[in-house]
């Protein structure tokens, strides 16, 4: 996935001693380190004002809006029933307004289009309206967008360690990827017409040139002054004009000079692209190669930043994550519906009647349950979410893809450990315990199930193929064994029980769903403190999966709740206080 982040690093630290962009940030140059091209900012945009019901959607109200680039004067607006334009030809004003009007649907869409995509629940936008519209301005939004932005930026880097930039890739046969060869086509065609001329021209070369030293230049820490200096020198733009205007402008060396400089400056993995930039003699295709490899310095460059901060963004990631919701929430004060509804959710299952055993000592606790109980409880609702018809909390919504694939994991988890278990019960009782043969066994399973979420996947079909792999390695190794082979009739039983899986209420699928849910649940009350819980029985051939589940939902529950905690208490006071309230006066 290609995505363009903004960041604002609350911290700016020196590089580590050694850094993929190798060269001199291998030294350990001291300096502060700088995001890079690649990490965009938002710009800045006109002061119009949006008005924001509590269901989140906005409509834009009455104020002055930017229109054309060559005059930017108020429009008239539908809200206010009055032109506030003043224009010495009627004529003019018409044909003004018009094309200003033009471009203020196109900025309202535009902006419509990143509200949409910045607000953490869009479900929101059909909620019914509970309190008056209140006015936010335009930039008062988008700073609002921004800081949820960046909340998510430094959410990820901090909980994935594995999380990487990269380039955008468009799609192969898309509009936007022919516009832009097109394009390019079209530029260096051109720049080839006037190389090609008698005497060249230079005009476009020289300003590939200036485009390619501020590249150079970004690239730089500030200890980097020698470098600096030597790159302004040498890459000096109104020198060069001079020397095209006399004819003593020497391409080949300049573009020597920049291929050395990015040698210099690039990380390891690059060094190949450098060699072959020194084979390339055309000055056109040497252009197009050398603003390739800067492409790809630039994301290294992003990611060596990503790198740099991660120490020290953990350090305090817990109150900036914190901080910047609360800014989200106060411009947005429901900003925790979904989140008080999932909470009331879980507060109501562990409070009903059926929750509490009769005769069980812990029915007293579960008919009056604490905000710990309440919250745990809410975060294993979390591994049986319906993503596509529910909306997820506010709080858990960055971590929705995490959680999601967690929650498919464990389904197949279920369905691999109920075949074996079912496949062990029928064998001779000496074959689950045959070096190999589990994990073998194991794989098989899970290779057939491997697109069990895809919508094209039928289970039933998957599971009748998985009795048929099932009896043949079962037979092959009792075979190998000296056991008594299955015979047909028992052979048929276990094909039948396998394909019965396929059921959400078959037994055996019953029994091991809930001995995981068990165990997971067990595992969150004992925290990361502690060691894992023993694992259930008949859970054996799927522990070491099994575990590894546990550990990153446990993690990143451990982690959602230092952050949104105090919000988390917030609510269930206020709920259990109000519950509270209710039994007294109905006793």
């Not at 710009?43 to 109200?61: I, K, N, T």
């Not at 302004?232 to 080949?252: F, M, N, P, T, Y």
């Amino acid at each position: 996935m290609a995505t363009s982040y903004a960041l604002q690093a609350p911290l700016r630290s020196p590089p580590p001693t050694r850094g993929p962009l190798g060269g001199f940030l291998a030294r350990g140059v001291p300096g502060s380190t700088a995001l890079g091209p690649p990490l965009a900012r938002c710009r800045p945009c006109s002061r119009s004002s949006v008005r924001l019901s509590h269901g989140g959607a906005g409509s834009l109200a009455s104020g002055p809006r930017r229109g054309t680039r060559k005059q930017n004067r108020p429009l008239r607006m539908a809200e206010n029933g009055e032109d506030k334009a003043h224009h010495s030809s009627e004529g003019r004003a018409s044909d003004s307004e018009r094309a200003q009007e033009d471009g203020v649907d196109g900025a309202d869409e535009s902006v419509r289009k990143r509200i949409r995509q910045s607000t953490p629940s869009p479900q929101r936008l059909l909620r019914p309206q509970s309190s008056p519209p209140r006015f936010v301005s335009m930039d008062e939004l988008l700073e609002t967008a921004k800081g949820v932005t960046n909340m998510a930026l430094a959410h990820e880097i901090v909980v994935n360690g594995d999380f990487q930039i990269k380039p955008t890739e468009l799609p192969e046969d898309s509009l936007e990827k022919r516009v832009r060869e097109i394009v390019h086509k079209a530029f260096w065609d051109c720049l080839s017409v006037q190389l090609s001329e008698e005497p060249p021209t230079y005009d476009h070369a020289i300003k590939l040139v200036g485009e390619i030293k501020e590249t150079l230049l970004s690239f730089l820490l500030p200890g980097h002054s020698r470098l600096r200096n030597q790159i302004r020198e040498v890459l000096d733009l109104d020198l060069i004009k001079q020397e095209a205007e006399h004819g003593a402008l020497d391409i080949s060396k300049l573009a020597e000079f920049i291929i050395g400089i990015m040698g210099t400056l690039c990380a390891p993995a690059r060094d190949e692209e450098i060699k072959k930039l020194k084979d390339i003699k055309e000055i056109v295709p040497l252009f197009r190669a050398l603003f390739s490899v800067l492409d790809q310095m630039k994301v290294d460059m992003a990611n060596f930043a990503v790198s740099s901060i991660r120490p020290h963004l953990m350090h305090q990631s817990v109150e900036y994550e914190r901080k910047k919701f609360q800014e989200f929430f106060e411009k947005q004060p429901n900003a925790l519906d979904f989140v008080t509804q999932w909470l009331q959710e879980a507060c109501q299952e562990l409070t009903s009647p059926g929750t509490a055993q009769q005769g069980d000592p812990s029915s007293e606790q579960a008919a009056s349950p604490g905000p710990v109980t309440i919250q745990n409880h809410a975060y294993m609702k979390l591994l049986k979410w319906d993503h596509l018809q529910r909306p997820f909390p506010e709080t858990v919504l960055m971590d929705q893809p995490r959680f999601q694939e967690m929650q498919q994991e464990l389904e197949r988890l279920v369905v691999v450990g109920a075949t074996l278990l079912v496949t062990y019960s029928a064998s001779a009782p000496g074959v689950s315990s045959l070096a190999g043969f589990a994990e073998k066994l194991k794989m098989v399973v899970r290779v057939l199930l491997t697109e069990m979420h895809q919508p094209s996947f039928n289970l039933s079909e998957a599971l009748a193929t998985i009795g048929e792999k099932v009896c043949a390695e079962v037979t092959s190794c009792q075979a190998q064994c000296g056991f008594t082979p299955f015979s047909a009739d028992k052979e048929g039983v276990l094909k039948g029980q396998i394909q019965a899986i396929a059921s959400p209420d078959d037994p055996i699928r019953k029994l091991v769903g809930a001995r995981i849910q068990g165990f997971l649940e067990a595992y969150l009350v004992s925290g990361l403190q502690k060691s894992l819980p023993a694992i259930p029985g008949g859970l054996g051939p799927i522990q070491k999966e099994l575990e590894e589940v546990a550990v990153k939902f446990v993690r990143l529950v451990n982690y959602n709740k230092m952050v949104f905690g105090p919000y988390y208490d917030a609510i269930l006071s206020k709920m259990l206080s109000q519950e509270g309230s209710r039994g007294s006066a109905s006793s």
